[in-house]
């Protein structure tokens, strides 16, 4: 069953949907997600990217990723709301930012990734493998 998700930023001016992807929800805790939000790691929400669409005021910053191919993170360009990250290597889904959602609450974590890079004062929000 396709599970269509909408959310969007604080100011309203970026609206999102799209349908979930079947894998795991999970938290990131690298070094860009610590920094792009300003927290101790960003919880995610992968959608397929295929039917997803979003305001196209939304505004775009492109940076290295990991495996030298480039990763974007999307934000609203009036309240600076964090919505959503994706990357050219994994280019059939886009991640939202859980809070972003319209129902936040469905945001069910199932793991953590780069739990190496945590601060110490996050490490209580690391969630380990079942
Ligand atoms: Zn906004
Ligand atoms: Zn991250």
């Known amino acids: 069953m396709a599970q269509r998700m909408t959310g969007g930023c604080k100011c309203g001016l970026v ?3 799209g349908i979930r992807l079947a894998v ?3 938290r990131c805790h690298c070094r860009d997600c610590q920094q792009l939000t300003g927290s101790g790691h960003s919880d995610m929400v992968p959608l397929a990217i295929e039917g997803f669409v979003i305001s196209d005021t939304v505004k775009t910053y492109e940076m290295p ?13 009036n309240c600076g709301s964090q919505l959503t990250r994706n990357s050219q290597r994994m280019s059939d889904r886009i991640y939202v930012h859980a809070a972003s959602l319209d129902n936040p609450s ?11 890079s945590a601060q110490p004062w996050d490490e209580a929000a690391i969630i380990k493998e079942q």
């Open 65 to 77: 990723g990991g495996s030298g191919q480039s990763t974007f993170s999307g934000f609203c360009p």
């Open 106 to 116: 469905s945001y069910q974590p199932e793991k953590s990734i780069y739990s190496g």
């Open 15 to 17: 609206r999102y949907q």
């Open 24 to 26: 795991p929800m999970f």
